[in-house]
């Protein structure tokens, strides 16, 4: 069974913190993963990581993919409140039967950032 | 942001009723998704369309019918509501499956309360 699983699931910090959320799973046909940021409405997406297993960073943010030991994390450096949002990792592996293929995004449950001033 | 539009965003219905709920693309993307979330499962899909006229069933697709008659246009049918099928349903697209095609932008979500 395909499984992404994220940890913690809840985390409350202090502005300035730098926080580090996990990601593993266990997928057939893998292709990338995904980070999404949800605030109360539609995730947004943040990155995506190939099987290349490169670092992407954009801002305070940054994420890794380790291919071998199969999980990804997702550094927020100098913590703000806005950035309290659920994070969620999710795993492209194209899917389908009877000849067709789609791109199936398995989730993970998300992991609740808190940023406290 | 990917322009989608969802309606309605909020609705509440009674059980045993019918509800359609509607996907809007303005970004000629050929695959279209449904997904539910709900508190402990977080994201689950529902169908998907990987054309017009092409859907198939996602893993929690009971329930649920869709249909898709225009490239802009995903409709998901409850065809008799339940409890169980309270959630926030998101749509989403994508442009294809290879590279940086695949990645999926979601909707702003459609709150339904069954009674």
């Known amino acids: 069974e395909d499984k992404v699983v994220q940890s913690p699931l809840s985390l409350v910090v202090h502005e300035g913190d730098t926080v580090t959320l996990n990601c593993s799973y266990e997928v057939t046909n893998f292709r990338s993963l995904l980070w999404y940021k949800q605030e109360k409405k539609a995730p947004t997406f943040l990155f995506m990581l190939?099987?290349?297993?490169i670092e992407k960073k954009s801002g305070r943010l940054s994420s890794i993919l380790d291919k071998k030991e199969l999980f990804s994390i997702l550094n927020i450096t100098a913590t703000q409140t806005g950035d309290s949002a659920v994070y969620l990792c999710?795993?492209?592996?194209?899917?389908?039967?009877?000849?067709?293929?789609?791109?199936?995004?398995?989730f993970g449950q998300g992991t609740i950032l808190t940023v406290h001033p | 942001d990917a322009g989608i539009t969802q309606s309605p965003r909020h609705k509440v219905t009674e059980t045993g009723t019918p509800v359609t709920l509607r996907c809007h693309q303005t970004?000629?993307?050929?695959?279209m998704y449904w997904y539910r979330q709900d508190p402990g499962h977080g994201l689950r899909l529902i169908h998907y369309s990987y054309g017009v006229k092409d859907t198939d069933k996602g893993e929690v697709s009971d329930g649920y019918s869709v249909s898709r008659s225009k490239t802009e246009d995903f409709l998901l049918t409850l065809e008799s509501a339940t409890s169980s099928q309270t959630s926030v349903y998101f749509c989403a697209i994508s442009q294809g499956l290879a590279g940086g095609r695949n990645t999926q932008y979601f909707g702003p979500g459609t709150r339904l309360t069954v009674l």
């Open positions: 970004e000629n993307h050929r695959y």
């Open positions: 999710a795993v492209f592996h194209p899917s389908g039967a009877g000849g067709t293929s789609y791109g199936k995004l398995t």
């Open positions: 190939t099987s290349s297993g």
